[in-house]
């Protein structure tokens, strides 16, 4: 698997997410394999989509390549691009986990098809990873122990949980949480900071501290 990140730096003004200005980087993912590509995530804008094409070119790759798009989740800086996405690489499968599936198509206009435990997407395996939102799914490359955790953890400086204010469930984002540690995964690459080493092992160590 050969992974090309494409990240936007994100500025929310004050009044939006809280009475201070907000600043964040999120990350989509070009997954190339051979000639087929899957792109994790769409971003926030349509805007963004140039963002991905440079991704693409850095992958040797184009639009026309991309057989299937997956959606972590159906926050909006993951998906607020997906339209413009598909239209460019209309040929492209979308899919997303149950429930957050129907928001995604509420929200975009674009058609998504549900993704669960034991689907494999391009030798990806499919995760479930309820918590931070309800139908939230993480994708495993087995080959290079190596998973890619949307907002299930970010890595901005040290290894944090998503933001309690905009997880759904907290008991669930836990549980989730201890179900990675257990996995044996070595590589980890959340959405928002930077891929860690030992990934559920510093899982494991971010249980160790209180939520």
Known sequence: MELFPARADIVVPAGVAGPDPVTFDVHAFVVRDGDDVILVDALLQPGHVDLIAEALARAGSGFEAIRYIVLTHHHPDHTGGLAEVVS????????????????????????????????????????????????????????????????????????????AQFTENADQAE????????????HGVPSHGDPFAGASRSIAELLRTRA
């Open 88 to 163: 460019r690489a209309p040929q492209a499968r979308v899919l997303g986990g149950a429930v957050d599936a129907r928001v995604i198509t509420e929200s975009t206009g674009v058609a998504v098809d549900v993704v669960g435990a034991g689907d494999s997407v391009l030798g990806l395996e499919v995760v479930p990873t309820p918590g931070h939102t309800a139908g939230h799914v993480c994708l495993v490359d087995p080959g290079s122990s190596t998973v890619l955790l949307g907002d299930v953890v970010g890595n901005i400086g040290r290894l944090e949980r998503g933001p």
């Open 175 to 186: 549980a989730t949480l201890h179900a990675l540690a257990e996995k044996g995964l070595e």
